[in-house]
């Protein structure tokens, strides 16, 4: 069995009166998250990942925020043509764990959706994917609430 690691990491500004996505999910806060896309960090965190243990480089190289095709996309569907690009090069997902780190809002009670949304494009069970939520402790700019950062780590398998 060929197995395979991957890390992913993002990290998008937070400012007032945005849209906030994460996972998937809205959020509802004061501050959203701004990006080239609909600046889902966890979702980009988790693409990384996964073409990162493919051997498919990142996220930036496949979604370039210089395309126009891809201005306010739904991450959804980023991860969608991620999962598409794993099963041409025939890999499975053993599982995914994945934090978040933000200061505010607490997003514990978004967990459970985020983890049902996700399943289904992933196509795995809800125990192959771990969600965890963390602060910065006040400190940097998470801390001072300019921003937000995900992390993920991917087990793949060949079959």
């Known amino acids: 069995m ?4 991957g890390f992913g ?3 998008h500004k937070l400012v ?9 999910v809205q959020i509802f806060h004061s501050k959203g998250a701004i990006g080239h896309s609909d600046a889902d960090v966890l979702i980009h965190a988790i ?3 996964l073409l990162g243990a493919a051997g498919l480089r990142d996220i930036g190289f496949h979604f370039p925020d210089t ?3 891809f201005q306010g996309i739904d ?3 980023l991860l969608k043509l991620t999962m598409e690009k794993l099963r041409d090069k025939q890999f499975s997902i053993g599982n995914i764990d994945s ?4 200061q505010n809002p607490r997003i514990s009670d978004y967990i459970p959706e985020m983890i ?7 196509e795995i069970s809800e125990d192959q994917l771990s969600i965890k939520a963390k602060t910065s402790e006040k400190l940097g700019f998470i801390g001072r609430e300019e921003g937000v950062s995900a992390h993920a780590v991917v087990l793949l398998s060949k079959y």
Do not use: M, W, Y
């Open 9 to 11: 990491f993002d990290t």
């Open 116 to 122: 049902r949304v996700l399943v289904q494009i992933l």
């Open 47 to 49: 693409c990384d990942a």
């Open 2 to 5: 060929n197995l395979r690691i």
């Open 67 to 69: 395309s126009a095709e």
């Open 75 to 77: 991450s959804k569907i």
């Open 99 to 102: 934090t978040i780190v933000l």
């Open 16 to 24: 007032e009166d945005h849209p906030f996505r994460l996972g998937g």
